[in-house]
């Protein structure tokens, strides 16, 4: 884990950690730099387990969280970033790693958050095409059902 950790120190990151996990937040102008440079430096050593999307309808912002798996330090890193609702938009990290496509195709989907750089992303992916013009999980959405 120590290599992680100094990875960050590095940067300049703040973190947090909890067993085998280790939690830092960083703006969404340096989410793609920071996710190529651990690339680059744990390459075959990591993985990307899945992007997530939350709506934060309260504090008007969508936080995405990254966790990559350190196979060598069975240690988790959650990167978390934060972006606008009213402009949701954050850089695509497909180029990096293409295993990244269907987390963000997903949160696009059902989130609306453009994946700048990402040529793959298409409404009615992960929904039915009845409601393929809203994004179900945004928390101010609603269903037409009673």
């Not at 744990?42 to 504090?59: P, R, S």
């Amino acid at each position: 884990m120590s290599s992680i950790k100094d990875f960050l120190i590095e940067k300049k990151l703040e973190f947090s950690e909890k067993e085998n996990k280790i939690i830092v937040s960083i703006p969404k102008e340096r989410i793609k730099d920071t996710i190529k440079e651990l690339w680059n430096r744990f390459n075959n050593k990591m993985y990307l387990a899945t992007i997530t999307g939350i709506d934060y309808i309260e504090q008007n912002i969508f936080e995405i969280d990254y966790e990559i798996w350190f196979y060598d330090y069975k240690t988790l890193l959650i990167i978390k970033t934060d972006i606008p609702r009213d402009q949701p938009f954050l850089d695509s990290i497909i180029d990096i790693i293409p295993g990244a496509i269907p987390y963000e195709q997903e949160i696009y989907d059902l989130l609306g958050v453009e994946f700048k750089g990402n040529k793959y992303l298409r409404k009615g992916f992960f929904v039915p095409s009845s409601i393929i013009n809203v994004c179900p999980l945004r928390k101010d959405w609603q269903s037409d059902k009673k």
